[in-house]
């Protein structure tokens, strides 16, 4: 307990110094939460699972993937064509149109912020198979359902992100027009009937798949030819299965099935297809790995070590008259470690706590697009993370100068201040 | 003659160095009095100056990629070029036009003529799957290849203003020749940008080609797998600084039949002066009634592809900006600590006559030193990065498109002096607090 207090006692002693190396830390600690949590984000989408797998079905060949929306309901249930292959249930499949719109007829007026992309889906497959809101629980989950209820009773409903919808200056309840920027000619008249849970999709939308069918329909009967598009229509076809035979088993059926010759189809999964997009952000994600995070916690463990090596150097009288009172070597090294992870451990604990709270109340998620994400959230073990690297740099920062204070010689400390 | 950047070198540089010149003269505390002081306490000086180089190292490294970026997409393009896609399309990958509409485009005044043949190339953008033939057991399966289809080889290239390197042609008239003579099948011409012969060049432990040894990159002869089918090499492009150099072009017919995308996406017209490429773009946009397009002048639309190097560029101040503050109050705790180590020094020096402002300039100096060393140091190892090849994504930055480049990282005159300036900024910021304190003590309490 006495050595307790001496540590703080000796943390308290230069309050100034104490509150700089603290206030570098948590700086330094801030960006590496921050990185931290992209580059886990994007490590767990590609990190390839062994049950519960989504796959997801695209045209074999080219990107954008555009198939005809003849391929959705085969393709949905696994294409099965003997009694005993695979059949998807109707709940593990979901098909994906994207739609792009803006609130401006006039491409000369159109900006970012007027402009809008939807999936255009089944409705109940928001809440049974998008990533993470297929996961939500609680009150969260029954307030999101309400919203999917009502955009399958309103063919016309639009669910958009909180973010997106700010930026179209529009609130729940309200009604846009969008002037598709990839299906020419087509507008869709849309009611906003809800919003998405906050995070992974404040700027994604959702549109119901029908009205948009019903939208290149009607084009048909109003200009007397087909849409152009009506053969491109669906881009993505996901499915879920429950292990890696199942996937197998799937590929296989949908793989050789005579019904998707033109366009031929792939199967793959989720994570081996963002694994795809994401290799043109290879030096990138590279660089943040192992150039930026080593080189930030460099920067914080040196100083940290700066810092303690000028204490360690002010007390070098201090530390031999404690050796002449008793204590060994090895206390006084565990005397300045200790010093150092407290300060280390507290700034790094408070300050990826303060990222934590900040980044995903106070901003949202912080907007870093890179290939379809384009935010990010801080996970709550990035506080776990920012304390033990708030306490492993301050560890390494003070192994050096605990050892000089090991190894103060009493004779020569006292030969000087005589 | 100088550039722009480097007179914004030279003048950071330059704002750097008088800085600290001016507090030298200024100050009357001879500047070996700093000097001796920083190397007495050269530990606490060194960890100091590693603090500021990996900051302004990496500040270096990170603002190169931003710049190889912004290079590739401004030296992209030919201001006497107009590139049409379809209305409705945010990028070359989701156009679509038809014959009808290119037609009624080729044979527009002002666009120039060799002979007969106008100047305006018709092509196929697209971005095709590739599975990676032995992929890395933690790497991906699959890679994107960006191919472009053409009518016209040659009219392309003189559009583009692209050419090969020696020992390669451009594609035949029928696009395909014979396999191995072991095969019946034949094989698609492609000729391949420098950077994406790199790229699937990076397979070469796999493939062991010659080519690949001598060169780093695939050559003519050598043979890829896309779409189902075999592709021969038949030319490389010449085509580094641009996007073209992270591109495949073929015979035009032969996308279609393969990916089946019949359409055109795109059309680039040559003009004759950029004056004219602008006319024309202007018509496009607005009389032309064939088909509902979009007209830019090809520098344009490479500009507007800029948004991702925006975004980049933002995300790596917010960054730089953190770390500095970080070292800012690293060079704070020095510059106390030299203080708290000095006071009477200070003391003295108070009185026997130096002013307050003598001693401000003092102490700020030395920290300025520290800065000037530390940031000079991270300039240089930053600089190492100059001309390493990376991979990005260039667009529009509004989601949907964008290309898949490979680029050179580019460390010029403006970021070095991008790096002096923080560097000088992150010293004299850290060093006035304490150099302030310093300036404030009383000569006899100090000496007491």
Known sequence: MKYLTLILKNIRRNPLRTLLTAMGTMMLVCVVTLIWSVLSFLDRQTSEKSQNLKLIVTERWQLPSQMPLSYA??????????????????????????????????????????????????????ATMMDELDELGGSVAAEFQRVVDKLAANRQGLVVGQSRLDLLKQKVGGRLTLFSLNYPGIKLDLEIVGTFPPGRYD???????DYL???????ERETGRRH?????????????????????????????????????????????????????????????????????????????????????????????????????????LCLVVMEALAIGVSAGLSSALATYLLINLGFGGVTFPIAFFSKFFIPWEAVVLGTIVGAGTALAGSVVPAWSARSVKVSEVFAKVA | MLTEATLRWIGGLGAAIVCVCLLAISGAVPLRYNFRNL???????????????????????????VNGMQRLTESSGRDTN???????????????????????????????????????????????????????????????????????????????????????????????????????????EAVIGEGAARELGRDASNWQRDSVKALGRLDVG????????????????????????????????????????????TVVARCASSAAAGKLAQFLEKEYKVAPIKAFVETAYYAG???????????????????????????????????SQRIKDIGVMRIIGFSRTQILTSFMLESLLIAFVGAATGCLLGSLVHGLSATSVVGSGQGGGGKTVVLKLVVDSGILSKGMILGIVMGFVGGLLPAGGAMRLKPLDAVR
Not at chain 1, 94 to 116: A, H, K, V, Y
Not at chain 1, 246 to 267: C, D, G, L
Not at chain 2, 247 to 253: L, Q, V
Not at chain 2, 313 to 331: D, H, K, S
């Open chain 1, 73 to 126: 309901d085969i393709l949905s249930k696994g294409a099965p064509r003997e009694p005993n292959d695979l059949t998807i249930a109707d709940r593990d499949s979901m098909t994906w149109q994207f739609f792009g719109g803006s609130t401006e007829e006039d491409p000369r007026n159109r900006s970012p912020d007027s402009i809008l992309f939807a999936f255009a889906l089944e409705p109940p497959k928001l």
């Open chain 2, 39 to 65: 190397t007495v306490r050269w530990r606490t000086t060194l960890l100091t100056v590693i603090a500021f180089t990996f900051v302004i190292g990496l500040l270096t490294v990170m603002l190169s990629f």
């Open chain 1, 228 to 332: 152009p598009m009506i053969d491109r229509t669906l881009n993505l076809v996901w499915l879920r299965v429950k292990d890696r035979q199942e996937m197998a088993q799937v590929a296989q059926q949908i793989e050789s099935s005579p019904q998707f010759r033109n366009p031929q189809v792939k199967v793959e999964t989720a994570s081996s297809g963002i694994a795809a997009f994401l290799e043109a952000y290879r030096t990138l994600i590279w660089g943040m790995r192992w150039l930026l995070m080593p080189a930030i916690i460099t920067v914080l463990a040196v100083i940290i070590a700066n810092a303690i090596s000028i204490s360690v150097r002010e007390r070098r009288t201090e530390l031999a008259v404690l050796k002449v009172l008793g204590f060994r070597p090895n206390q006084l």
């Open chain 2, 305 to 339: 592809l800029s948004g991702t190097n925006q975004q980049f560029t933002v995300a790596i101040m917010v960054v730089a900006f953190v770390m500095a503050v970080g070292g800012v109050f690293g060079i704070m705790n020095t510059m106390f600590a030299a203080i």
């Open chain 2, 82 to 188: 107009v590139l049409v896609i379809s209305a409705s399309a945010t990028d070359e990958a989701f156009s679509s036009l038809t014959p009808e509409a290119v037609s009624g485009i080729e044979n527009l005044p002002g666009i120039s003529r060799e002979g007969e043949q106008p100047l305006c190339s018709r092509e196929t953008y697209l971005v095709v799957n590739q599975p990676i033939e032995q992929p890395r057991s933690e790497g991906p399966k699959r890679r994107f290849l960006q191919l472009r289809g053409v009518d016209n080889a040659e009219i392309a290239a003189r559009v583009h203003e692209v050419r090969l390197h020696p020992g390669g042609s451009w594609f035949s008239a029928a696009g395909v020749q014979q396999g191995d003579a072991d095969d019946d099948e034949t094989v698609v």
């Open chain 1, 203 to 209: 700027l994604s939308a959702a549109i119901h798949r």
């Open chain 1, 213 to 219: 069918s019903s939208a290149m329909d009607q084009y």
């Open chain 2, 222 to 265: 050598d043979t890829i797998s896309m779409g189902g089918r075999r592709w021969r090499i038949v030319g490389v492009m010449q085509s580094a600084g641009s996007t073209m150099d992270s591109e495949i072009w073929t015979y035009r017919p032969l996308v279609a039949f393969i990916f089946g995308k019949q359409s055109y996406t």
